[in-house]
């Protein structure tokens, strides 16, 4: 069973920087998108941003020109880099996996909260 360990997320100010991590047990092989989504308090699950296997990435437009996605494949981690964060962007964070025999899987979730 695939475990998906994340780490980085707290309490920031606006304007503030976080850095979010996780790691994938399973290995690069066969990794096909890795990303991060988030729910905010009273309001669906959103995709924040993703990468492929191949490097391209995409992101929300709430996010862009703020947040960058990365992956180490050596490492077989993802990163969410988060500037200049805003409220609006409190939510808790949770990574995705997934792999080409169709495996989907979901990390623990990490809270971040940016004060006003």
């Known amino acids: 069973q695939e475990q998906l360990v994340e780490s980085g997320g707290g309490l920031v100010q606006a304007g503030g920087s976080l850095r979010l991590s996780c790691a994938a047990s399973?290995?690069?092989?066969?990794?096909?998108?890795m990303g991060w989504y988030r729910r905010a308090p009273g309001k669906q699950r959103e995709l924040v941003a993703g990468?492929?296997?191949?490097?391209?990435?995409n992101y929300a437009e709430s996010v862009k020109g703020r947040f960058t996605i990365s992956r180490d494949n050596a490492k077989s981690t993802v990163y969410l880099q988060m500037n200049s964060l805003k409220p609006e962007d409190t939510a808790v964070y949770f990574c995705?996996?997934?792999?080409?025999?169709?495996?989907?899987?979901w990390g623990q979730g990490t809270q971040v909260t940016v004060s006003s």
């Open positions: 399973g290995g690069i092989f066969s990794l096909v998108f």
């Open positions: 995705n996996v997934r792999r080409g025999f169709g495996g989907n899987y």
């Open positions: 990468i492929t296997s191949g490097g391209s990435t």
